[in-house]
């Protein structure tokens, strides 16, 4: 606003003050420009400084707006005179609407209440006091904040209310809680790593001990076959030699040292041998069959073999009291890999187990039933433990899922036995049975005669 600046001529005295000579005049009239030339300078002053307060007023009303902590300024009294954006947004209230509310209608419970009460019962509260709190946001939920408690005071250093900041923990919470799992789930990485290895180094190891039994194996095949024939020909000489006129000396020997027992006995005990070292061949094969599973071609298998050999291996291994109840079907042949194949039944039939005997309240039975329909061959394998969560039906294949125990499970061994069944045309599905337990199908393309 700019002042009207007088007029001499406006400014002469009225006639009765005649008497007054013109230097007087001339002073009153410099003076006159003088308040005027100082008014005009307060006011240029005056708008200055309303610019400079406005400008403070944007600055600290951006500063507010900008800040991602709650803010709320109080009188002694407990009334708010002041908040932000950020408390306005978290209660779901207007800054117009807040103010000249008690800070008590913020609070959600009777504790934050109560720790309200008792830090404004404190004339003279501590600097930066920390406050825990709960609000209630502007959908109804609790939101646990800390505010930092500061002390408010006037020119005069009078105390004249609080000052509330502070960061709604939800947000912490979760990023905690994802920090956790993703820890968590390091470590489940970590152990399943070094669980596959152990794995890989302990393949290596059958297949080495696989080979070196190879050979001895062999030398006892080879040699018993050769003691069959040495048999063949002992028998037949001693036969012609006892249809002679022996000497009582010697018939006396042949009766002591009983020679006609062992001759009878002697082919059983060479096919027993035989029988013992084929069976030790065959696992030493299976050995080297499964710890080199990927580089071997694929062949005619039949399917019906390789479940009774991984029934076998299950149970001399880790499950020796897991009862089993497995029917042989009618030869079955189909295109694949016998290691591969074989790895996929141990897993099925070591999972189900584990699911059935994790209770330990009773004994752990697995069916297996095998049927052929058209040109594919279905096994069923279905257990009495207590299934399979339905929120984790649909992620059993995923790799490294588990629901094990760190270092009890690498979550591997379903999604292998998955892929090596698709690698075989084939299908791998999972169900809940309606009695209880799970039950996991396998499907697989068949030889045709």
């Keep these: 606003?700019?002042?009207?600046?007088?007029?001499?001529?406006?400014?002469?005295?009225?006639?009765?003050?005649?008497?007054?000579?013109?230097?007087?005049?001339?002073?009153?009239?410099?003076?006159?420009?003088?308040?005027?030339?100082?008014?005009?300078?307060?006011?240029?002053?005056?708008?200055?400084?309303?610019?400079?307060?406005?400008?403070?007023?944007?600055?600290?009303?951006?500063?507010?707006?900008?800040?991602?902590?709650?803010?709320?300024?109080?009188?002694?009294?407990?009334?708010?005179?002041?908040?932000?954006?950020?408390?306005?947004?978290?209660?779901?209230?207007?800054?117009?609407?807040?103010?000249?509310?008690?800070?008590?209608?913020?609070?959600?419970?009777?504790?934050?209440?109560?720790?309200?009460?008792?830090?404004?019962?404190?004339?003279?509260?501590?600097?930066?006091?920390?406050?825990?709190v709960n609000l209630r946001d502007a959908r109804g939920q609790v939101v646990p904040v800390d505010l930092n408690c500061t002390p408010r005071r006037n020119s005069d250093g009078r105390l004249v209310g609080r000052v509330l900041v502070g960061r709604p923990l939800g947000e912490?919470?979760?990023?905690?809680?994802?920090?956790r799992?993703?820890?968590?789930?390091?470590?489940?990485?970590?152990?399943q790593l070094m669980h596959s290895e152990k794995m890989a180094s302990l393949?290596?190891?059958?297949?080495?001990?696989?080979?070196?039994?190879?050979?001895?194996?062999?030398?006892?095949?080879?040699?018993?076959?050769?003691?069959?024939?040495?048999?063949?020909?002992?028998?037949?000489y001693l036969a012609a030699l006892h249809r002679l006129e022996l000497p009582p000396e010697l018939q006396a020997l042949r009766a002591e040292l009983r020679i006609d027992h062992l001759l009878k006995d002697l082919p059983s005990l060479m096919e027993g041998t035989l029988e013992g070292a084929q069976r030790t061949a065959d696992i030493v094969n299976?050995?080297?069959?499964?710890?080199?599973?990927?580089?071997?071609?694929?062949?005619?298998?039949?399917?019906?073999?390789?479940?009774?050999?991984?029934?076998?291996?299950v149970k001399k291994g880790t499950a020796p009291r897991f009862e089993v109840h497995w029917t042989r079907g009618p030869d079955c042949h189909v295109s694949g890999n016998a290691g591969q194949l074989l790895q996929v039944m141990m897993n099925l039939i070591q999972n189900a187990y584990d699911a059935a005997g994790a209770e330990g309240s009773k004994t752990p039975e697995l069916r297996i039933d095998i049927k052929v329909s058209g040109n594919e061959?279905?096994?069923?394998?279905?257990?009495?433990?207590?299934?399979?969560?339905?929120?984790?039906?649909?992620?059993v294949f995923d790799p490294f899922f588990t629901t094990k125990s760190v270092g009890k499970g690498t979550g591997l061994g379903l999604s292998i036995s998955?892929?090596?069944?698709?690698?075989?045309?084939?299908?791998?599905?999972?169900?809940?049975?309606?009695?209880?337990?799970?039950?996991?199908?396998l499907g697989l393309p068949v030889i045709l005669p």
Excluded at 172 to 179: E, N, S
Excluded at 383 to 394: F, M, Q, R, V, W
């Design 203 to 236: 393949g290596r190891l059958v297949a080495g001990v696989a080979h070196e039994l190879n050979n001895p194996i062999s030398f006892v095949l080879g040699n018993v076959h050769v003691l069959q024939r040495y048999g063949t020909r002992l028998d037949t």
């Design 181 to 191: 799992e993703a820890h968590e789930a390091l470590k489940r990485a970590q152990q």
């Design 1 to 132: 606003m700019s002042l009207p600046r007088p007029s001499p001529l406006q400014a002469l005295p009225p006639g009765e003050l005649e008497g007054v000579d013109e230097a007087t005049w001339l002073d009153v009239i410099h003076k006159m420009d003088e308040v005027y030339s100082k008014l005009v300078a307060d006011e240029v002053e005056l708008e200055e400084k309303n610019a400079q307060l406005e400008q403070s007023q944007q600055f600290i009303f951006s500063l507010l707006s900008a800040m991602s902590d709650v803010l709320i300024a109080c009188n002694q009294d407990g009334l708010i005179e002041e908040t932000n954006a950020a408390l306005c947004e978290l209660v779901g209230r207007t800054e117009q609407s807040l103010r000249g509310t008690p800070v008590l209608d913020l609070l959600a419970d009777e504790a934050s209440i109560a720790h309200w009460r008792q830090s404004t019962e404190h004339q003279t509260p501590r600097e930066g006091a920390v406050l825990e």
């Design 418 to 441: 998955y892929g090596i069944v698709e690698q075989h045309g084939g299908q791998l599905g999972v169900a809940n049975l309606p009695q209880g337990g799970a039950e996991f199908t």
């Design 172 to 179: 912490l919470k979760r990023a905690y809680h994802q920090l």
């Design 286 to 313: 299976g050995l080297k069959r499964f710890s080199t599973a990927v580089h071997e071609e694929i062949t005619s298998v039949e399917l019906n073999a390789v479940v009774e050999r991984a029934i076998l291996w």
């Design 377 to 395: 061959v279905h096994l069923r394998f279905a257990d009495n433990g207590p299934g399979i969560a339905p929120e984790h039906l649909s992620r």
